[in-house]
């Protein structure tokens, strides 16, 4: 039945209450989680504890270039003095290298090796010797140098009898050989192209070192040399940090670390230059490998040439 009782009317007493327009649901369902919502024992999406930073430390060529003054005080250690500012070894080699003392004869005074000498007056330009009370005088005089030609840049073998009998045959060697072993052929082009071959060693100077741990597979393979007889002088410039550098080296070259000295580079390029000196000091090979590559600088006379 329908109910047109005015809402606003009076009821009067005995009437039955009027039905409610909005009646209470008996049994209201649950409140529905949204989906983001978390369980209750689970961490906030955003937790503190995950916002924390990430904890990083800068190398030592970083911190030298963006906080110079938090670098700690740093101390010589025994066995790694080549960049001792007492050292004057670097200044004596200069001065007597530039008085036209030779190297050998420097490195004998200084008690260093040859490598170590070129590396620190590679550059300098030596003065004619002969002029009466010249600093040439003066450096033959400090040096005592035993009568008789000691330069380095006598050819191997040119003095002993023995390894000049050795080039003999290296270079019948290498006239027999070249034609027939690609992988020897190539090895005699490249210390013919950039080693340097004296009386006493092997030579060469470079910046790469995968040319000079192939050279010095090379040499071992072929010219018997032994990875102890390999000796190295890094020249550096001013932001390369040395024990990366001679570690780097030593890697590559498969020799010990202790095999490898480096010396601050006077007239780098660039502060991150990095030279390499390599010697191997052995009469012999050195004898034997200049043999070779006399044989490819002078390869035999074809004979029909020589007939006519």
Avoid: K, Y
């Avoid at 300098?124 to 040096?143: D, F, Y």
């Avoid at 050279?215 to 032994?226: K, P, S, V």
């Avoid at 390599?278 to 390869?299: M, N, Q, S, T």
Wanted: some cysteine; charged content about 30%; hydrophobic content about 45%.
């Amino acid at each position: 039945m329908r109910n047109d009782r005015d809402p606003g009317a009076a009821v009067a007493p005995g009437d039955p209450d009027p039905p409610d327009p909005d009646p209470p649901d008996p049994d209201p369902p649950e409140q529905v989680r949204l989906p983001f919502e978390p369980p209750p024992t689970a961490p906030l999406p955003f937790d503190d504890e995950a916002d924390r930073p990430i904890g990083f430390a800068l190398t030592a060529r970083a911190r030298r270039t963006v906080a110079p003054a938090a670098l700690p005080e740093l101390s010589v250690v025994a066995g790694a003095d080549e960049q001792d500012p007492a050292d004057t070894r670097p200044a004596r080699a200069r001065a007597l290298r530039r008085a036209g003392a030779d190297v050998a004869d420097i490195a004998r005074q200084l008690g260093v090796d040859e490598l170590l000498v070129r590396a620190w007056a590679d550059d300098v330009t030596t003065r004619p010797s002969g002029r009466r009370g010249s600093a040439a005088a003066r450096a033959a005089a400090v040096l005592a140098a035993p009568a008789g030609p000691t330069g380095s840049d006598q050819a191997p073998g040119a003095t002993d009898p023995r390894l000049s009998a050795v080039r003999r045959d290296a270079v019948a060697d290498g006239h027999r050989r070249l034609s027939r072993a690609a992988d020897f052929a190539a090895g005699v082009g490249l210390m013919a192209g950039f080693a340097t071959l004296d009386r006493h060693a092997i030579s060469f100077q470079t910046e790469r070192p995968e040319l000079a741990a192939r050279a010095c597979a090379w040499l071992t393979e072929h010219a018997g040399i032994e990875p102890g007889d390999v000796r190295v002088v890094l020249r550096l410039g001013r932001a390369v940090a040395g024990d990366v550098a001679r570690h780097r080296w030593a890697s590559a070259l498969g020799i010990g670390t202790e095999q490898i000295a480096f010396t601050r580079w006077r007239h780098a390029t660039d502060d991150e230059a990095l030279e390499a000196l390599v010697r191997i000091a052995d009469a012999e090979v050195a004898a034997r490998v200049a043999g070779w590559c006399e044989a490819l600088l002078r390869p035999e006379a074809d004979p029909a040439d020589v007939a006519f």
